[in-house]
């Protein structure tokens, strides 16, 4: 998590039940008008209706609205060689449109699921997780043009429309599964276009289907089958992307760019020793302590619970999705007293809670200020505690919330949460690790599970054979690139 704030619900949320989403949609929703500024007039600004995509100006000012909230929200990753890594794929795939409306930006966020997206306007999103998963810069390519596809051909807007009209003049049953089918038409046309844009470059356009290939063995790894297309699926599914994918790459007339010589080592260059998995840097979680080591702060949930760390909040939900506790610094600086009365107004006005406590409490060296509330109009009771509490130059909040009916069970232990916010202890420090890849050469006659034993490889070899697009099953003739995963421990001093 980050100090700054988001105005969404917090990661924990996610799959929490109904009336556990209507906790967080409470007590993180009125704390959104103040999150950036103590201004009393930012805290009364409403949320920006969503705009009609009717030009490529409005593409460009919703683009820009979006692309700040996935900052907030999902976190762009700070590493400037890897950035102006996909900003030179990026530039020179441009160099195959016909026309350019936007002036487009490509940034790497920093989330571990593999995932791209492009937004109105040409910003285009790549994660960390995919550059771990492409093989070579061919493949990172062809989803790079994927996205730029997306922006350029104004699919976001042609789904807006197909909206409206469906709205207007559709009847309701019909919609999802004629908007969903649209949407499986504009990632085909997508696929298409972005190979075209790749091959244009002087890239291999069978990276499309390769990679795709290896997006549908993860499924299988991960559930133990490939995913279950429906009618309702905005994408097509992998395996079909991944024909269809391959017997155009045969159809398209492409030269190899001689500049760009062997784009599995270019790739792999790049990629060494990025991290996989959580970011010291970000906090993480070691069993039910949450360690932020650059901000200098531990916070302990209770043992069992359902844990998420995003660049906003940090939380965990009880194992039946009852109750929620989480950590967040979206608040600025200021009077304490004046910032959690002006938080518990906008809830009693808008969310129909009361406020049953006002208490100053001590947290660790921090004076705070505890806030009990009740109510809520949604047809069920909540009950919740809300600790506020001066921090890293914001005003925190450590929120705990349930329904009225489960509050005797997780009262205590929303409490004890709370109490357990401290600064770091030098034991749990020296238990943080961190997960790089890394890049190693193969021996004669080794294979994967070989390999991974000289190595100190923590990926199975199922793994390792995945993130390297291999059967599995291959004798290494030596000298060969191969992605590995080591945990290493943590070297940040602590801060002053």
């Known amino acids: 998590m980050r100090v700054s704030g988001s105005r969404r619900c917090p990661d924990p949320m996610r799959v929490s039940p109904f009336r556990t989403i209507l906790v967080c949609l409470l007590f993180v929703a009125v704390s959104s008008g103040c999150a950036s500024s103590g201004k009393k007039s930012d805290q009364t600004k409403k949320r920006p209706k969503?705009?009609?995509?009717?030009t490529t100006e409005?593409?460009?000012?919703?683009?820009?609205e979006a692309s700040e909230s996935v900052a907030a929200e999902i976190g762009l990753l700070d590493d400037p060689k890897l950035v102006a890594y996909v900003n030179r794929i990026g530039k020179k795939l441009l160099r195959g449109l016909p026309r350019r409306d936007f002036a487009y930006r490509f940034s790497v966020v920093d989330q571990m699921e593999p995932n791209a997206f492009a937004l109105p306007g040409g910003h285009i999103f790549i994660s960390r997780g995919l550059l771990a998963l492409v093989n070579n810069e061919d493949e990172l390519a062809c989803v790079i043009g994927h996205e730029i596809v997306h922006a350029a051909r104004r699919h976001s807007a042609q789904q807006q429309a197909i909206i409206r009209y469906q709205k207007a003049f559709a009847p309701s049953f019909s919609r999802a599964r004629m908007i969903a089918a649209y949407g499986r038409d504009m990632e085909r046309e997508a696929d298409a276009l972005g190979q075209k844009l790749a091959a244009a470059a002087g890239y291999d356009p069978i990276g499309m289907s390769t990679?795709?290939?290896?997006?549908?063995?993860?499924?299988?790894?991960l559930i133990g089958s490939p995913q279950r297309q429906t009618f309702f699926d905005t994408h097509p599914g992998s395996r079909e992307r991944a024909t269809a994918t391959a017997?155009?790459?045969?159809e398209l007339r492409w030269v190899r760019d001689p500049d760009?010589?062997?784009?599995?080592?270019?790739?792999l260059d790049e990629i060494d020793g990025m991290v996989i998995g959580d970011r010291p840097e970000a906090g993480v979680f070691v069993d039910d302590h949450f360690l932020h080591p650059e901000l200098d702060f531990e916070i302990r949930f209770p043992k069992g619970w359902r844990t998420s760390n995003s660049a906003s909040a940090v939380g965990a939900t009880a194992a039946r999705g009852e109750a929620v506790i989480y950590l967040t610094g979206d608040l600025p600086a200021g009077d304490l007293i004046e910032l959690a009365d002006g938080f518990s107004a906008r809830a009693e006005k808008d969310y129909r809670v009361r406020v049953t406590e006002k208490?100053?409490?001590?947290?660790?060296?921090f004076e705070a200020l505890r806030y009990g509330y009740e109510g809520g109009g949604f047809g069920r009771g909540i009950v919740a505690r809300v600790t506020f509490f001066p921090f890293a130059e914001s005003t925190w909040r450590i929120v705990g919330a349930g329904p009225s009916s489960a509050a005797s069970r997780y009262l205590g232990q929303i409490l004890l949460t709370s109490r357990s916010f401290k600064p770091l202890s030098d034991e749990l420090r020296s238990k943080i690790r961190i997960n790089r890849l890394h890049v190693v050469l193969t021996r004669p006659g080794e294979d994967i599970v070989r390999l991974g034993a000289r190595t100190g490889n923590a990926w199975s070899a199922a793994e390792t054979a995945l993130i390297n697009g291999q059967l599995g099953n291959e004798i290494f003739e030596g000298g060969e690139l191969m992605k590995i995963l080591r945990s290493e421990r943590y070297t940040q001093t602590k801060p002053n």
């Open 247 to 250: 017997m155009r790459s045969h």
């Open 359 to 365: 208490k100053k409490i001590r947290l660790g060296d």
């Open 50 to 54: 969503r705009t009609i995509l009717l």
């Open 211 to 221: 990679f795709m290939r290896r997006l549908d063995q993860r499924e299988r790894l």
């Open 58 to 64: 409005d593409d460009v000012r919703a683009g820009q």
């Open 260 to 267: 760009l010589g062997d784009t599995r080592v270019r790739l």
